[in-house]
């Protein structure tokens, strides 16, 4: 079992990395550094474990939660959001080691149900261009700043002149999905095309509300 030093240090954020001594646990020196000084051991998710299993894993999952998913973070980007519909500002993604994701690194899971899982994730990011066309529709009467972070701005006649900024950034996860599954089958997952027919009209209160409601419950 996982001691409980180890989790505790797993617990902390990537700002406030370990000492050497303590990255041991998981990782040595030459491991965590390589020849170029680069720092393999930490991601988003914390320590990376160079033999995954199943509590390594599980402190990376805690860890995540912890740090990606507290209140202190998601207040913050809540906070910000009005900025977004006055002076739309992407977040640019760390850099990904696309090569460095392996099958190995599927622990405690089926890899069929996992690569299930990683190609429906990918269906349903896509077309994400209708996804954002449904929500403009849904909240152009109720919230139009929202609306346009949503889906953009439009002309008199309707048609897109710029996507929004919630655009611009799911546009990036299918193609992360699918190079998620490459990576882990060496073969590009066979989508179902998730088309959506657009409302002919601008939504009710009532419809923009359950509208947000299934937003949230797909995220
Ligand atoms: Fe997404």
């Known amino acids: 079992m ?7 240090f797993l617990a902390k954020s990537p700002a406030d990395r370990p000492p050497e001594s303590q990255s041991a646990l998981v990782c040595s020196a030459s491991e965590r550094y390589g020849t170029d000084g680069i720092d393999r051991c930490f991601d988003l998710a914390g320590c990376c474990a160079t033999q995954p299993s199943y509590f390594t894993t599980r402190s990376r999952i805690n860890f995540a939660l ?3 998913l507290s209140p202190a973070e998601l207040s913050d980007r809540l906070a910000e959001l009005p900025a977004h519909f006055t002076s739309p500002q992407p ?3 760390q850099r990904v080691d696309w090569n460095a994701i392996g099958p190995e690194q599927i622990v ?4 069929e149900f996992f690569l299930h899982i ?5 269906e349903v990011e896509a077309p994400i261009r209708a996804y954002s066309q449904i929500s403009w529709h849904q909240l152009a009467r109720l919230h139009p700043e929202m609306a346009r972070y949503m889906g953009g701005t439009h002309d008199s006649s309707g048609r897109l002149i710029e996507p ?13 999905f699918k190079r998620i599954y490459r990576q882990l089958c060496g073969r590009d997952p066979h989508l179902v095309p998730n ?5 002919p009209t601008f939504a009710t209160v009532d419809a923009s509300y359950c509208h947000a409601i299934s937003r949230i419950a797909t995220e």
């Open 195 to 199: 088309t959506i027919l657009l409302p």
């Open 164 to 176: 929004g900024l919630w655009e611009k950034e799911e546009r990036q996860h299918a193609p992360a």
């Open 2 to 8: 996982t001691d409980r030093h180890s989790i505790d």
């Open 118 to 122: 990683v190609r429906a994730s990918a």
């Open 91 to 93: 977040r640019r993604w």
């Open 108 to 111: 405690g899971v089926d890899p």
């Open 66 to 68: 912890e740090r990606w």
